[in-house]
Antibody
């Protein structure tokens, strides 16, 4: 059974760096598999942020690549997302997802991150 | 970037109705399209990928079709659990983008 769970701060201040960890189980980050992040501002649509594949290849969402870093620790079944220079517009629920390539077939429950001073 | 446009944004429907949601891509995406369902307060759920392939466990009343720039999600005989927001998403090329969503509400 595939599960993913997001962890990290629920509140960050503007200009700070956000670090979110996805801890997954039920699969290994092996051939053909990716783990990524999708976010959703309150009442708004979904937005792909980043994905890292088993081989280290990465994909980034529109307009955010310069602020994002995504890394994996295969031995710990972790994927970590960092986003620099946080702004109140980055307030959103952040989801960790399993992806066989381009779409998300398993989702974490999501974690709401609020950006406020 | 490829833009995804869904229509309508909101649809007022009743249990038992047949529903069709349209998703248009700003350029051809072949069949690299997924559909998701999101119930209030919940994480989205994958329904369909590669435009027409139902994910495991998705009821057969859901179906997807289309190729190129125009796609549809059809729900036949709407059930109470189906009142939700539906999103399309392309994965033809980076960056992958979502439509703005279509909300099904009770008529």
């Amino acid at each position: 059974q595939i599960t993913l769970k997001e962890s990290g701060p629920t509140l960050v201040k503007p200009t700070q760096t956000l670090t979110l960890t996805c801890t997954f189980s039920g699969f290994s980050l092996t051939t053909g598999v990716g783990v990524g992040w999708i976010r959703q501002p309150p009442g708004k649509a979904l937005e792909w942020l980043a994905l890292i594949y088993w081989d280290g290849d990465k994909r980034f969402g529109p307009s955010l690549e310069t602020r994002l870093t995504i890394t994996k620790d295969t031995s710990k079944n972790h994927v970590v997302l960092t986003m620099t220079n946080m702004d109140p517009l980055d307030t959103a629920t952040y989801y960790c997802v399993h992806s066989p390539g381009g779409f998300a077939d398993y989702w974490g429950q999501g974690t709401l991150v609020t950006v406020s001073s | 970037d490829i833009q995804m446009t869904q229509s309508p944004s909101t649809l007022s429907v009743s249990v038992g109705d047949s529903v069709t949601i349209t998703c248009r891509a700003s350029q051809s995406i072949s069949s690299w399209l997924a559909w998701y369902q999101q119930r209030p307060g919940k994480a989205p759920k994958l329904l369909i990928y590669r435009a027409s392939i139902l994910d495991t466990g998705v009821p057969s009343r859901f179906s997807g079709s289309g190729f190129g720039t125009e796609f549809t999600l059809t729900i036949s005989s709407l059930q109470p659990d189906d009142f939700a927001t539906y999103y399309c998403q392309h994965f033809n090329s980076n960056p992958w983008t979502f439509g703005q969503g279509t909300k099904l509400e009770v008529k």
